[in-house]
């Protein structure tokens, strides 16, 4: 379905369904928290803080669907528990949606299975089906709901894959990849531990458990069952925080509404419309910090409000001139631009974020670390065209790069700041590698003295120039052309290159250095 509406409406009807699907599920969870008795100010906080433990996990991918659909869910049953019968009946045909269009449905599973569960416990014990504020219980509940989970049980399994969704849950939750995956990363793992929805998560998780007495006092049974299931996932992996948030929305709300409660005592009910305009118009002011991009950068993601596609997160100029080039082949590409390839190219790529075969990940690998065996790998797949990311980062795996340079039977074509392209030399290639080979010009090594330079100075130009035409914002090729000319006893044109970087890139910081080293420090 979102590769439908890419190809109808491009990238910003992608994104366009994306928040709509967000925000419906706000929306849906806003009631479903009104449902449990609270106050518009506790449900709107709840679900505020219930989005900002989702907002990191927004992305055109189809698990938004599954976010929604829970929504949807944790509705139906607030509705259900608050005495609308009727609201059962939607969960089936909802689980036979949810099943053929995201295995997200799981967790619905698991939510629907815990309030059965609750429902099974206040129906044959006394002490809960007979507190306050309940009343009486009337066992039929439980009836009702056993038999609608039955039938959306088998529901859930009316998809192409049938049983085969659970055994592959269970066998990807046992797999050893996810260790190299950040979004299955444990939340106290070094890398993730930091994060602003982590941290979030902690507190979220510590203000439940303070308010546990306050579900028992309204019999939340099933909620806090699904809760502490998820939590467990939550401890995990990191991903699972985005479903946590959406199912304890309600309970947080319930809790909320509680401690607001005992802090204004007797003018709790007068101020609930006051409270819930100034929690209204924090929301909307939390918008505003989304927009002009401050909330990304606290919490130190590259991202920009916005529709287009920020093109150093994926390789644009490499595909355009790819596609200039007439460059067809068999693709080994970045893991992290699979998707994006194959959608917008139609580019039959070597791996996406839904390769889930653990042996092709690990193949991947030995090809990226330049492991022994990896050259048969490339021969068995016969992989004759390269698309890799550039190493700008320090832990950056250098190895495939190593072997390239010094392979006889590759050339490398094209490359910018984000990408590079690698052809095998093969006889339908050799036009290509012949015009755009880059035989002097790296983007790794720099020739160290001005003996080396000069014999293929000509050369060396033209490929600078090349890289420029093809990628003109390239900040990489100007630091590196920069410090060539610096080498050569050319100042002035080193002094050009790096302040041309400088404009392109005001806020990188490597610019002072360079332009203090080649006296141009402070710009003119």
Known sequence: ML????????APAILVLVGAMAAAAACALVLAAREERTGPAAAGLAVGGGLFLLHFRLFPRAEIFSFFLLSILVLLLASWRRGRQRALF????????????????????????????????????????????????????????????????????ANPYGFGVLSEAVRLSRGTVNQYIAEWVPPTHAFVTNRPSVQAYRVWTGLLVLSLPFFWWRR????????AALLTMAMRSVRFIAVYGV??????????????????????RELRTVTG????????????????????????????FGFGVVERDYPGRAVAFMRATDIRGTVFNEYRWGGWLGWTEGMQVFQDGRTIDESLFYESTTILNASPGFEAI???????????????????????????????????????DDALVYLKRVPRFEPVIERFAYRRLSPFAIAT????????????????????????????VRQIAGQLYDIAGMQDRAKAEFLEGYRLEPGNGVWESLLRSVGGWPPG
């Open 3 to 10: 590769y439908l509406v890419m190809k109808a409406g491009g």
């Open 90 to 157: 939607a969960i089936p045909p909802l689980f036979l949606l949810w099943g053929n269009l995201h295995p997200g449905v799981l967790a619905g599973g698991l939510v629907l299975s815990c309030h059965v569960v609750g429902e099974g416990v206040a129906a044959f014990v006394p002490a809960v089906r007979n507190g306050p504020p309940s009343g009486p219980y009337d066992a039929r509940r439980f009836v009702r709901l056993l038999v609608i989970s039955a039938i959306a049980a088998l529901a859930l399994l």
């Open 220 to 227: 939340c049974l099933g909620g806090v069952l699904a809760a």
């Open 247 to 268: 199912v304890t929305a309600p309970l947080m709300a319930v809790a909320l509404e509680e401690w607001l409660g005992l802090a204004l005592r007797r003018r709790a």
């Open 277 to 304: 305009l100034v929690v209204a118009s924090l929301l909307v002011l939390g918008v505003v910090p989304v927009i002009n991009g401050s909330f990304y950068r606290w919490e130190g993601e590259e991202r920009r």
């Open 378 to 416: 490339l021969d068995r797949y016969g992989i004759d065209v390269l698309l890799l990311r550039y190493p700008k980062e320090s832990f950056s795996n250098h190895a495939i790069f190593r072997w390239l340079a010094t392979a006889p039977g590759w050339a490398l074509v094209f490359w910018d």
């Open 449 to 476: 003295s001005k003996a080396l330079l000069l014999p293929d100075w000509a050369r060396l130009e033209t490929e600078i120039r090349q890289v420029k035409e093809w990628s003109p914002r390239s900040g990489v």
